[in-house]
Nanobody, 123 residues
Framework: QLQLVESGGGLVQPGGSLRLSCAASGFTLDYYVIGWFRQAPGKEREGVSFISSSSKTTYYQDSVKGRFTISRDNAKNTVYLQMNSLKPDDTAVYYC????????????????WGQGSLVTVSS
């Protein structure tokens, strides 16, 4: 079965940190662009960060620049999202997704999706 599985979410206080992991099973992530998206209650899903298959190119939404870092370990078939200086506005369900070709920013172009990991930033 081909799937992505996110982990690492949870409750954290403002200013805290979390690291999300996105592990693939049934296929290798080597050739895929990986995107992290998030969806807050009542809001549309939005792209947060993206990384090319070679890790040479990364992209961050303006609101997370300087706070989030995306990385990948193809040997472990896993992509990470390190989130620092978390804010209440970062509260959302975070999804990872795999893209073969298409628009990095368009969630409809992504082929595989994880089930999501809830991140709650609250005091």
């Amino acid at each position: 079965q081909l799937q992505l599985v996110e982990s690492g979410g949870g409750l954290v206080q403002p200013g805290g940190s979390l690291r999300l992991s996105c592990a693939a099973s049934g296929f290798t992530l080597d050739y895929y662009v990986i995107g992290w998206f998030r969806q807050a209650p009542g809001k549309e899903r939005e792209g947060v960060s993206f990384i090319s298959s070679s890790s040479k190119t990364t992209y961050y939404q303006d609101s997370v620049k300087g706070r989030f870092t995306i990385s990948r370990d193809n040997a472990k078939n896993t992509v990470y999202l390190q989130m620092n200086s978390l804010k209440p506005d970062d509260t959302a369900v975070y999804y990872c997704a795999a893209l073969v070709g298409g628009n990095w920013l368009d969630p409809h172009d992504y082929k595989y999706w994880g089930q999501g990991s809830l991140v709650t930033v609250s005091s």
